[in-house]
């Protein structure tokens, strides 16, 4: 299995709702990542994790949350978002620290209304 | 702070022909590992092809190959015999070699849309 899967492929969302977005690879990468991807834009990286601990957070708000409940997985919770955090959000993982590249799923379409 | 470049924002190429995508950096690191990833309409960032900044020779798969300058700090990703296929954003990445938190941190250019005419 070299493949990075994400749910939901598309999220509409309120500003009142709690909602997750999941993140699951199967080839025994112990760091994984959460980008966001404004429209035209290259990704920003959000969080990173390292061996399930959180290594990276890069002065994400608090509304977003990340969670990693083991090496294959790992979740983004929602709350509270605004329009303005309507985007591409993707996951990835990578072996070691990523020399040898990231890779990268498909992403959740994120709509807040 | 790392920095990467990609001056051509749009780009066209003739179904065949080759096509090339500049990207410059900026670093201070005498090792680092370069990248240039697609991403088609179905969203997934692809890797294509990778550079390690200490091996001198460029990096090729199959129809892609790059022009790697380290003096120049210049990666530029040569495209064979364009197919439709193709058709995409293409992202120049850095990373750099150093060690701790950082060292997960890929530095994107802002992207070069192809376009494939058949």
């Known amino acids: 299995d070299t493949e990075v899967t994400q749910t939901p492929k598309h999220l509409v969302m309120g500003m009142t709702n709690k909602k997750s977005l999941k993140c699951e690879q199967h080839?025994?990468?112990?760091?994984m990542y959460w980008y966001k991807q404004k429209a035209k834009k290259p990704p920003e990286l959000m969080f990173v994790?390292?061996?399930?601990?959180?290594?990276i957070n890069e002065s994400v708000p608090s509304r977003f949350s990340p969670e990693c409940p083991n090496s294959s997985l790992l979740n983004l919770h929602l709350h509270a978002l605004q329009p303005e955090d309507s985007a591409l959000y993707l996951c990835?993982?990578?072996?070691?620290?990523?020399?040898?590249?990231?890779?990268f799923g498909s992403g959740t379409r994120l709509t807040v209304v | 702070a790392q920095t990467v470049t990609q001056s051509q924002p749009e780009m066209s190429v003739q179904e065949a022909e080759t096509v090339t995508l500049s990207c410059t950096y900026d670093t201070s690191e005498s090792d680092y590992y370069l990248f240039w990833y697609k991403q088609p309409p179905s969203r997934q960032m692809i890797l294509v092809i990778r550079q390690e900044a200490y091996k001198q020779q460029n990096a090729t798969e199959n129809r892609f190959s790059v022009n790697f300058q380290k003096a120049a700090k210049s990666f530029s990703l040569k495209i064979s015999d364009s197919q439709l296929g193709d058709a995409a954003m293409y992202f120049c990445a850095y990373r750099g070699s150093f060690s701790g938190a950082g060292s997960y941190q890929l530095t994107f250019g802002k992207g070069t849309k192809l376009s494939v005419i058949p």
């Open positions: 994790y390292s061996y399930e601990k959180l290594s």
């Open positions: 990835a993982s990578s072996q070691g620290a990523g020399r040898y590249g990231y890779t």
């Open positions: 080839m025994g990468h112990r760091a």
